[in-house]
């Protein structure tokens, strides 16, 4: 379905961008990789997902912490592949506390990578697909970009400015054939909830598979993480035509969460 369409999937070393990277690779998008890991590592990952889906795969390492990598990322995905159809602004980090002991690094860590490296992969990603008349951002947000947890006060404030954003994004971009729009998942089975499993295991007194459970049925009435592949089907369906006039959403995948 994507035909040869160059993806760049931030942070698609692990858990939600790697499953995004391999649906969309399995529709015939031509995948840049990217993450922490050094480029050796990284490129024998991209090895692996472009012999199992046939598809070309290329890696990029780059700290998304920093503006000027991030904007190298996407000029060498440009540089590479000689387009840029699709841009997936995925990668995350987490860390919870009060706000009263929040520690400062972590909360610019997180505003960074959660929120900042979208604004400048989108912004430089931007003129090439106006150029071409064709585009979709798509914004790995959270159930935390439309309502809060205790805790989770620098997540939530990242991802409810990427909402907002990407809701500013759409609508500049509605007449040049390119969409943004947010995914919102709820608890996702990634490496990304293993401190906050840890730690509701430890509370409650409870081994590490009850406490998976207990964490997902404290918030959402689906009692089951949400699969990878299933962000990954939603990022496909919001790549094809059907969803051409779907702009400026922020859609929950989220077990029930948020309709509560
Ligand atoms: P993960 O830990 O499995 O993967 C995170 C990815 O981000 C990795 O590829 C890592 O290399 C990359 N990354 C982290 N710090 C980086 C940095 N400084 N520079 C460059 N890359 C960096 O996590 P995940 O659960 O797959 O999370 C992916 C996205 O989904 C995140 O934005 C996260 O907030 C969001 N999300 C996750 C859940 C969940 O329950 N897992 C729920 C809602 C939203």
């Known amino acids: 379905m994507l035909n040869q369409k160059v993806v760049l999937v931030t942070g698609s070393s692990s858990g939600i961008g790697l499953a995004i990277a391999r649906t969309l690779a399995e529709q015939g998008a031509r995948i840049m990789m990217h993450g922490l890991e050094a480029e050796a590592e990284g490129n024998?990952?991209?090895?692996?997902?472009?012999?199992?889906?046939?598809?070309?795969?290329?890696?990029?390492?780059a700290n998304l912490m920093q503006p000027s990598e991030v904007e190298r990322l996407v000029d060498t995905t440009i540089e590479q592949f000689g387009r840029l159809d699709v841009l997936v602004?995925?990668?995350?980090?987490?860390?919870?506390a009060p706000v009263?002991?929040?520690?400062?690094?972590k909360w610019d860590a997180i505003i960074a990578i959660n929120l900042s490296a979208a604004f400048h992969a989108t912004r430089r990603a931007l003129p090439l697909m106006a150029r071409n008349g064709w585009g979709r951002i798509i914004n790995i947000a959270s159930v935390h970009g439309l309502v809060a947890s205790a805790e989770k006060s620098a997540y939530c404030a990242a991802k409810h400015g990427l909402v907002g954003f990407?809701?500013?994004?759409?609508m500049?971009?509605?007449?040049q054939g390119i969409t943004a729009n947010c995914i919102c998942?709820?608890?996702?089975?990634?490496?990304?909830l293993n401190d906050q499993i840890a730690r509701?295991?430890?509370?409650?007194?409870?081994?590490?598979?009850?406490?998976?459970?207990?964490l997902v049925?404290?918030?959402?009435?689906?009692?089951?993480?949400?699969?990878?592949a299933a962000i990954g089907a939603l990022a496909l369906y919001l790549c094809s035509d059907a969803a051409k006039a779907m702009t400026g959403t922020a859609l929950p995948i989220d077990g029930g969460w948020t309709a509560h």
């Open 185 to 192: 998942p709820g608890w996702t089975d990634t490496p990304l």
């Open 217 to 228: 049925k404290a918030k959402a009435p689906y009692p089951e993480m949400v699969q990878p």
């Open 200 to 214: 509701f295991a430890e509370q409650h007194g409870q081994a590490v598979e009850d406490a998976r459970l207990g």
């Open 89 to 96: 602004n995925n990668a995350g980090i987490q860390y919870t």
């Open 100 to 105: 009263s002991e929040f520690p400062a690094d």
């Open 172 to 175: 500049e971009t509605a007449e």
């Open 44 to 61: 024998d990952l991209a090895e692996e997902l472009a012999t199992e889906t046939g598809a070309e795969v290329r890696y990029c390492s």
């Open 166 to 170: 990407t809701k500013v994004v759409a």
